[in-house]
């Protein structure tokens, strides 16, 4: 990957330009640490037209790349790697950086508005970066990290992909002795939720939901709901599906989300839309069980 240009540099809190044009900063949730940056002026503007996998798009010139600053993707992580890109790459206008002419397919992109999207995803806990080096995306992973986000959180936990068997002789499988009885507690139901905006733009904003498992048993499926005062709406959600009927939303889990551990979370992504203002959800549910907020 050729180096980047200056126009890249890290910015310290994470920004979105307002129809004024000027700064404005997240409204609420702690600042994002990943940066917001322009594309340099060599870019092209197309529209990615197919998504192959977390990092690798087919653009409307014809083209496909591999977007540079992205590892591959973790096999525990990898559909909802792809569930991301086409929420938010598939059918939308981005920008190309034609970049080194020896890297036949790998290209930086930006999304419309500004935001490189390789140190996007990483600092979602979506992929990992390629770019040891370069502190923006060490911030963007060790932040994704320490909040649990993606494949950091459960059932991933960063693991990376199982190395290949080369054939060695592997060591004994040791049997654990078996469980001493215990006395059987009743399963007890619990959830609590938090809600972030993690990004924000003047017709719109991207948001977090993370649902964190606090009963005594395992979540195996769940529904959760909320209900906009706003006049919000959702137009793109990943790690769930979305429903929505007036106010009142529904984001029911995908095969690899189903599952929730005691005293796991699980985050649900969201994009939407707002009217002239965008207040946070006052009450969440998880299988018509009422939720503690966060």
């Given at each position: ?5 200056t126009v890249l540099a890290m910015a310290a809190i994470f920004l979105v330009t307002g129809c004024t044009g000027s700064p404005v900063p ?269």
């Open positions: 990957m050729r180096p980047r240009s997240i409204a609420s949730g702690p600042p994002s640490t990943h940066r917001l940056v322009a594309p340099p002026t060599i870019a092209n503007t197309l529209t990615v037209q197919g998504v192959e996998d977390g990092r690798t798009v087919l653009l409307s010139d014809g083209t496909r790349i591999r977007i540079a600053g992205l590892a591959a993707p973790e096999e525990c992580w990898a559909k909802a790697a792809t569930a991301f890109a086409k929420a938010f790459l598939l059918d939308k206008s981005v920008k190309v950086d034609p970049g080194d002419p020896a890297v036949v397919d790998e290209a930086p992109l930006w999304l419309e508005d500004g935001t490189e999207y390789a140190l996007f995803a990483v600092s979602q806990g979506v992929l990992r970066g390629d770019s040891p080096h370069d502190p923006a995306f060490q911030e963007a992973e060790v932040a994704a990290t320490k909040s649990g986000l993606g494949l950091w959180g459960d059932p991933c936990r960063g693991q990376a992909k199982p190395p290949a068997t080369t054939g060695q002789p592997q060591p004994p499988v040791v049997t654990a002795p078996s469980p001493v009885p215990t006395t059987t507690v009743p399963a007890v139901f619990g959830c609590a939720v938090s809600y972030r905006v993690t990004h924000r733009w003047n017709i719109g904003y991207n948001a977090d939901v993370t649902i964190t498992n606090t009963g005594n048993t395992p979540i195996s499926g769940w529904t959760l709901r909320w209900t906009f005062t706003g006049g919000q709406v959702v137009t793109d959600m990943w790690n769930a599906t979305s429903k929505q009927s007036g106010a009142e939303v529904s984001a029911t889990n995908v095969s690899y989300t189903a599952n929730i551990p005691v005293g796991g979370k699980q985050v649900v992504g969201y994009t939407g839309s707002y009217r002239a203002y965008n207040p946070a959800p006052a009450a969440f549910s998880l299988n018509d069980h009422p939720c503690q907020i966060r």
